[in-house]
């Protein structure tokens, strides 16, 4: 440090204005995925999970499928949409696992201290999540091909079934980066995460909506989960189904919506000055 | 209102369960100078870096930063400061190219300005061969080095050390003290320091401030504070407390003022170097003898001292001479 006598004066970045919303979002969303993919370790169980229940569900499940009414196709077409959403569910953790790193180790404080805008520090984990999400469900996809999977839809239907997953998961990640940012805590955040694995079964899981009853036939209809499998389904075993699409797509912002809420107000209660 | 000021009114911060770390605290920081906020650990020094930061809201009291209201234009004072927080906050995983370029993007510049920037801050504090290296695998003095380049990404007229030296070995400490130094004179950023220790405080402020228990003890220049100790003073070290007690009251008329320490007697006054035959005569009639007879100027420590009636010795610094004693035994072994 002793020979160096730099001007310091190639850029004057304290004189700028602040910088637009998609622009901070961009940012961050780059440096949470550039990080991500350091740890490959954190991203790597879900999907085994995935594909790990596709091959056990079709395996064991498939031939008896025949004895079940209305599955009205294949039943590796009624399965793996429940393969991709336990997916996004066990993978929404992944958006909250950077913010919570941040957290514990001062760099929130950090970025906090520079003119980024709040909405970004929440809408970047959450969107860098997604993105990860989406690679993930085509991968399960992809099994399914291999699988001998039959699309009733073609290759749009597939994109269609990816995207509601990462729909889903958008929603899902909101609630994990709540926790991240209420907690502060790692181990917290990774409980929260499990909190959703119930609701996975409190769905037409095995069996078609129709068959289920009484009080879990309420919670499936309540459960936005219900709505997404029964959207991709259609897609994969009956075809284009307009209003079972809708109604997944209506589920999912409602439920993304209602999540973003909550992480905003765990957000204020973090950055509120005391 | 100049825009490298910090001013300080009346500063109060009380946490709940009316813990008041921060007691009506008052001072000014002149533009262009190394403030030095000296005080042990607890005495509200970080409490007034987060509030002077924008991290934290004060209870009561007003600050102001380069002109700026730390309560009601947090946004520009996040512009004109730059901080580096006493737990340097960083990600592991990101190498310190990545997080220089964010940080500057954050900050308004565009992808090639921040990497030129980048590039600047990283030859500046000697991280240009780290540079692509993830920022996990950086040892402490490098951790620090690059916290202190990302404060200054953004060319803050302000900038917030928060104990910058702490943890660091020698070596790393004075080369931060020479980048502190060199940062304020060359760019005439006005510094505010933390610190645990007096020896920095010496070496880099133009102002100290003593804190202890979130108030101002006393604060001035370190010369006008050693100034205010008395001229000089002579430093008897005798074989046990009780004998230098006695010393002590022996020698109580003689100076201006004497301390007792342990077994250290403290006798100061002007013109200590004449004194000494008297002294030591003195001591000679009652048969006392002084194993060692030490002549000092006063410094920082005394004023310490003085102020608090305590020593002001991080735990560190002793555990690092309690090391060298012991590897200085292995050798002799």
């Known amino acids: 440090m002793t020979t160096n006598s730099i001007a310091l004066t190639s850029a004057q970045p304290g004189t700028k204005k602040p910088i637009s919303l998609p622009l901070n979002i961009f940012l961050l969303v780059v440096r949470s995925l550039t990080t991500l993919l350091r740890t490959p370790e954190a991203l790597l169980p879900p999907i085994a999970i995935s594909i790990f229940f596709l ?35 066990s993978g929404s953790g992944i958006a909250a696992q950077n913010l919570v790193r941040d957290i514990e180790r001062g760099y929130f404080d950090k970025l906090l201290l520079t003119p980024v805008r709040r909405s970004a520090l929440l809408l970047a984990p959450i969107l860098a999540g997604a993105v990860i999400l989406g690679v993930q469900a085509a991968i399960v996809v992809a099994v399914g091909l291999l699988l001998g999977l039959k699309l009733a839809t073609g290759f749009p239907g597939l994109l269609a079934v990816i995207g509601l997953g990462v729909l889903l998961g958008i929603g899902f990640a909101g609630f994990t980066v709540s926790a991240a940012l209420g907690s502060g805590s790692a181990a917290a955040t990774q409980g929260a995460s499990f909190l959703f694995f119930p609701l996975t079964f409190l769905a037409p899981t095995f069996v078609p909506l129709a068959l289920l009853s009484g009080w879990l036939k309420v919670a499936a209809t309540i459960n936005p989960i219900t709505y997404v499998l029964e959207a991709m389904r259609s897609l994969l075993n009956t075809g284009w189904d307009g209003k079972a699409i809708g109604t997944s797509i209506l589920a999912c912002l409602v439920l993304a919506i209602a999540m973003y809420a909550l992480a905003a107000f765990a957000l204020a209660v973090r950055t509120r000055r005391t | 209102m100049n825009d490298r000021t910090i001013t300080v009114e009346n500063l109060v911060k009380t946490y709940p369960g009316k813990v008041m770390a921060v007691q009506g605290v008052n001072f000014q920081v002149e533009p262009g100078s190394i403030f030095g906020f000296l005080g042990p650990n607890g005495a509200g020094k970080s409490t007034t870096i987060k509030i002077l930061t924008t991290l934290a809201l004060p209870t009561s009291g007003k600050a102001t930063v380069g002109g700026f209201d730390v309560v009601s234009q947090a946004t520009e004072v996040r512009r004109v400061a730059g901080v580096a927080l006493q737990d340097v906050g960083i990600d592991p995983l990101m190498k310190s190219m990545e997080l220089l370029v964010l940080q500057g993007r954050l900050f308004g510049a565009s992808r090639g300005e921040a990497v030129a920037r980048a590039k600047e801050l990283l030859e500046l504090v000697q991280l240009s061969d780290a540079s692509d290296r993830r920022v996990g695998t950086y040892s402490g003095g490098m951790r620090r080095r690059l916290d202190l380049a990302m404060a200054l990404v953004h060319q803050p007229k302000v900038l917030f050390l928060d104990e910058p030296t702490t943890g660091l070995d020698p070596v790393s400490r004075r080369d931060v003290w020479r980048e502190v130094r060199r940062l304020n004179r060359e760019l005439g ?48 070290v005798f074989d046990t407390p009780e004998l230098a007690e006695k010393g002590r009251s022996m020698l109580e008329t003689m100076g201006d003022r004497v301390q007792l320490d342990r077994d250290m007697v403290r006798l100061y006054l002007s013109k200590a170097a004449g004194s000494i035959p008297t002294v030591v005569n003195r001591l000679q009639e009652k048969g006392l003898a002084p194993i060692s007879l030490t002549l000092t100027q006063p410094t920082l420590d005394d004023v310490f001292l003085q102020v608090t009636g305590q020593r002001l010795v991080a735990t560190e610094v002793q555990n690092q001479k309690k090391a060298s004693r012991t590897s200085r035994k292995a050798e002799v072994n």
């Open chain 2, 189 to 236: 950023i006005t510094i505010f320091l933390t610190t645990q220790y007096l020896e920095e405080a010496d070496e880099l402020a133009d102002q100290i401030a003593i804190i202890v228990g979130g108030k101002i003890v006393t604060e001035g220049s370190p010369a006008k504070l050693k100034a205010a100790m008395g001229e000089e003073s002579i430093n008897l």
């Open chain 1, 55 to 89: 091959v056990i569900y079709q395996s064991t499940l498939g031939k008896a499928a025949g004895f079940i009414p209305g599955i009205g196709g294949s039943y590796l077409g009624f399965i793996l949409p429940l393969s991709i959403v336990s997916g996004s569910l």
